[in-house]
Structure formats: C-alpha cells, structure tokens
C-alpha cells in the first residue's frame, strides 16, 4: 500500500485530477475571483471568515494565502472546498495554522491532499487549542494519514467534528472510527439521576447495560439504591 501511495503522488497531477477544466496554452485557467483579493484582505485583518470554494486554488495559491494567514489572528473559518490543494499546500497550511490561535473551522473537503499533507496538519490539529472543526472528506489519504488523523483526535479533545469520508483510498471502518471519535469529544461523558416510587423497599441493585454503535461496542455501568 505504501508503494503505491509513492507512486501514486509520484504521477503528475494534470493526468490525475479529474476536476481540472478549462485549459489554455497547456496551462490551468485563472480563477474567476483573484486570489490576491482575498490575500490582501486576510493581510490587513479585514475578515474572519476566508471562503473560497471553486476557484481552482492550487499549492501556490495555498501558500500565498498561508503566509497572509501567519500575518494576522482575526480569521475563524478557512474554507478552500472544491479546490486543487495537494500535499505542498497542505504542508504549508499546517505551518500558517501553528501559528494561528483564532481559526475554529478547516474545510479542506475535494481537493487532493494525500497522506503526506495530512499527517502535518494531523500533528497541528492534535495541538491545536482553538480548532474544533474539521473537514477533509473527498481528498486521497491513505491509511496513513489517517491514522494520524484519528491519533490527533483520541489526544484533543477539543476537535468536536472531523469528517474524513469519502477518500477512496482509506478503510471505511477508519474513517468511521475517527467520526465517531470526534462525536465522542463533544458529548463526553455524562451523568444522570432516575427517582422511582416503588411500593416496598428493595435491596441495591446493579445494573449492566451495552449497546453497539458505529465505532464499535460501547459499555454503561450503573448501581442503582433502593
């Protein structure tokens, strides 16, 4: 599987990217809405939220939007959907967030990050103390990756959502198992209190009960006094 992995971003991207469209001259057409707009405005702290979906975004872009990021600390939501980010631009996001103590909310969802991207931004999301929010759904992670992914979610706590569906290359069941991770993470753990009114005094009784759930079995223990 590893080999594979390495051959697989060893291919180049133009043969691979099934939503790259319009050419000209060889080369991938400009986006609609420059980038440099939204560059200049995250540089002077102008925005909070930095939502560009289906502008053609690639590693270039990325890192010119990363360095603006690593310049301010207003911004709470980065969302690059529907993009052509790959692993260098995920590298070099993952460097802009570590230093970024305000984003909440990564959407990262359709673009082309592999392992190799994830695993850095798994390292800074299992530190992180403000992202709570994640999505990288419809990429081409590997098992590897992750892994990681889920090793960043068991160790903080504070990541409430984590979608990483949908990237072919991964087992479902570790996909699910970060999901439900996550899940865990925002409702904790929780206790409860049950009054009866029962005709005869009974003796304390203890009770098992289990149930199974997406992410595996699940186990509550209780005792209950009469």
Same mark, same amino acid.
């Given at each position: 599987?590893?080999?594979?992995?390495? #051959?697989?971003?060893? =291919?180049?991207?133009?043969?691979? &990217?099934?939503?790259?469209?319009?050419?000209?001259? /060889?080369?991938?057409?400009?986006?609609?809405?420059?980038?440099?707009?939204?560059?200049?405005?995250?540089?002077?702290?102008?925005?909070? @939220?930095? &939502?560009?979906?289906?502008?053609?975004?690639?590693?270039?872009?990325?890192?010119?939007?990363?360095?603006?990021?690593? #310049?301010?600390?207003?911004? @709470?939501?980065?969302?690059?959907? !529907?993009?052509?980010?790959?692993?260098?631009?995920?590298?070099?996001?993952? =460097?802009?967030?570590?230093?970024?103590?305000?984003?909440?909310?990564?959407?990262?969802?359709?673009?082309?990050?592999?392992?190799?991207?994830?695993?850095?931004?798994?390292?800074?999301?299992?530190?992180?103390?403000?992202?709570?929010?994640?999505?990288?759904?419809? !990429?081409?992670?590997?098992?590897? $990756? $992750?892994?990681?992914?889920?090793?960043?979610?068991?160790?903080?706590? /504070?990541? @409430?959502?984590?979608?990483?569906?949908? !990237?072919?290359?991964? &087992?479902?069941?570790?996909?699910?198992?970060?999901?439900?991770?996550?899940?865990? !993470?925002?409702?904790?753990?929780?206790?409860?209190? =049950?009054?009866?009114?029962?005709?005869?005094?009974?003796?304390?009784?203890?009770?098992? #009960?289990?149930?199974?759930?997406?992410?595996?079995?699940?186990?509550?223990?209780?005792?209950? &006094?009469?």
């Amino acid at each position: 599987t590893e080999m594979f992995e390495t #051959l697989f971003h060893c =291919v180049p991207s133009r043969l691979l &990217d099934r939503r790259m469209v319009n050419y000209r001259s /060889g080369s991938r057409s400009r986006s609609p809405i420059p980038l440099h707009r939204a560059v200049v405005m995250v540089e002077e702290s102008s925005v909070t @939220t930095v &939502d560009l979906p289906h502008r053609e975004v690639d590693d270039r872009g990325v890192e010119q939007l990363s360095a603006a990021l690593q #310049l301010t600390s207003t911004e @709470t939501w980065i969302a690059l959907r !529907n993009n052509h980010c790959c692993d260098q631009g995920a590298m070099r996001l993952a =460097v802009a967030l570590q230093s970024n103590s305000t984003i909440q909310k990564v959407d990262l969802q359709d673009n082309r990050i592999g392992s190799l991207g994830a695993q850095p931004l798994a390292r800074v999301f299992e530190r992180h103390s403000t992202i709570t929010s994640i999505s990288l759904s419809l !990429n081409e992670i590997f098992d590897r $990756g $992750g892994f990681a992914l889920l090793h960043s979610v068991e160790r903080n706590t /504070g990541i @409430t959502y984590l979608w990483v569906y949908d !990237n072919p290359y991964m &087992d479902y069941h570790l996909a699910d198992r970060i999901h439900w991770t996550a899940k865990k !993470n925002r409702f904790g753990t929780r206790a409860f209190t =049950v009054s009866l009114d029962l005709p005869q005094p009974l003796q304390s009784y203890a009770c098992r #009960l289990t149930f199974k759930s997406m992410s595996g079995e699940v186990e509550l223990h209780y005792e209950v &006094d009469w």
